[in-house]
């Protein structure tokens, strides 16, 4: 599928990216902005599983997968003529959203509710999910913006939406499966 022999190509000089289809947009363009934080939501993962073992490393490990997946459906526009492209096109699917629908139920399930808010950090892997989290919010934004001006397939906007939950509920467990918690205490330091 992908063969990376050169890693710099020079194409890029002036600017210019090529998108999935070919096409070369300003490396500034809202759908560029968008898999690049896609991107960098998945490199924050990779900080995240430094402290992670066992079934949320796996869980994570998942996750790092769907977010190339996401970036290739992001980075690839529909446009007339690709039925007859020589691959099909990569897209994000209902199914991985439903999967982290079930993981955040069966997250949730170990947790006490929620009295307050919570502020990022506790154990340290606590803290880079609360990270993950906020760069995939912004993901979010960025692919939801895009979707106003250019097709974008529903379901990688579903994903990001459940993602950013996701981390929220794995940082929880993180923290002694919500035990370590920080609450926010409104108006504490005034």
């Not at 996401?70 to 003529?81: F, K, N, Q, Y």
């Not at 692919?143 to 397939?153: A, F």
């Not at 993602?163 to 499966?177: H, K, M, Y």
Request: charged fraction near 25%; hydrophobic fraction near 40%.
């Amino acid at each position: 599928m992908v063969v990376l022999n050169k890693i710099y190509t020079r194409t890029g000089d002036k600017g210019e990216t090529a998108l999935g289809n070919g096409d070369r947009v300003a490396k500034h363009s809202l759908r560029v902005s968008s898999y690049g934080t896609v991107d960098e939501t998945n490199a924050t993962i990779g900080l995240a599983r430094q402290h992670s073992v066992g079934d949320m490393d796996l869980a994570l490990a998942r996750v790092s997968n769907d977010l190339f997946d996401l970036g290739a459906d992001l980075c690839t526009p529909d446009r007339a003529g690709d039925a007859d492209a020589p691959y099909p096109r990569l897209r994000m699917v209902d199914a991985q959203v439903d999967r982290l629908e079930a993981e955040i139920d069966a997250m949730n399930a170990k947790l006490t509710p929620l009295r307050s808010f919570i502020l990022p950090g506790g154990s340290a892997l606590a803290a880079q999910l609360h990270l993950c989290r906020t760069v995939c919010r912004r993901a979010e934004r960025l692919t939801v913006e895009l979707s106003q001006v250019e097709d974008v397939n529903p379901a990688a906007v579903k994903y990001l939406n459940r993602l950013s939950d996701w981390f929220f509920v794995a940082g929880r467990i993180a923290n002694n499966d919500g035990k370590d918690d920080v609450l926010w205490v409104p108006g504490l330091t005034r």
